[in-house]
């Protein structure tokens, strides 16, 4: 069984550019998380999302982050302008009804905005 | 509010010695515990979940933990180090109310010397 899939795996932008990460939960899983990890540091959750609706975005940056995760399945994070600060891993993460508890991770996409 | 304190930043072993790896938590009513490991260039991987039933609770690769909740600790171990549990470990909590909201420690960086 496939895994959590995010793409692309590296990004190096300028900052005021536009970016956007996208991930493919593993099959059936209703949950999805963004989450972010900066460097030495443990993730923290951007937002989570119960089929297609965002249940808890408290922590994401609505000025210039967004998200969607249009059918349920698929989702993509977009920053727009990026800025220095927003250099960092973004993790996607999914988790099925049963066992909302144990969430399994992608590989996350690590950018870099100079 | 929920929180994790991981009391080391790194632990240095040698290969078929012990490992001991921190946590404290703290949290206003019985909480969920976990233990993370992230390898380099891979997603977050579930090591063991604690969820008030067994104090001791055994994880994969040979890994348990211990909760003990008069000292607030979720201290991980493992009786013999292998050179392939180098990675990086994330003591967790989870958020009240069985979201699925987890909140990492800053993690603990364990190196296995030959």
């Known amino acids: 069984e496939a895994g959590v899939v995010q793409s692309p795996r590296y990004k190096i932008i300028e900052k005021k550019q536009p970016v956007a990460f996208w991930c493919n939960p593993i099959?059936?899983?209703?949950?999805l998380y963004w989450y972010r990890q900066n460097l030495g540091q443990g993730p923290e959750l951007l937002i989570r999302?119960?089929?297609?609706?965002?249940?808890?975005d408290s922590q994401l940056p609505k000025d210039r982050f967004s998200a969607e995760r249009l059918k349920g399945v698929d989702s993509t994070l977009k920053i727009q302008p990026a800025e220095l600060g927003d250099s960092a891993v973004y993790l996607c993460a999914s988790s099925s009804r049963q066992s909302n508890e144990k969430l399994f991770f992608g590989s996350g996409t690590q950018l870099s905005v100079l | 509010a929920q929180s994790v304190t991981q009391l080391d930043s790194h632990v240095s072993v040698s290969e078929g010695t012990p490992v001991l790896l921190r946590c404290n938590y703290s949290?206003?009513?019985?909480?969920?515990l976990f233990w993370y490991v992230q390898h380099p260039n891979k997603g977050l991987q579930l090591l063991l979940k604690y969820t008030s039933a067994a104090t001791l609770v055994k994880g994969i690769n040979g890994f348990e933990a211990e909760f003990k909740k008069s000292e607030t600790s979720f201290h991980l171990t493992k009786p013999s180090a292998h050179m392939s549990d180098a990675a990086e470990y994330f003591c967790v909590v989870s958020d009240p109310g069985n979201t699925g909201k987890l909140i990492f420690g800053q993690g603990t960086t364990l190196q296995v010397k030959p």
């Open positions: 949290s206003s009513y019985s909480p969920s």
């Open positions: 999302y119960e089929n297609e609706e965002a249940v808890d």
């Open positions: 099959s059936g899983h209703n949950t």
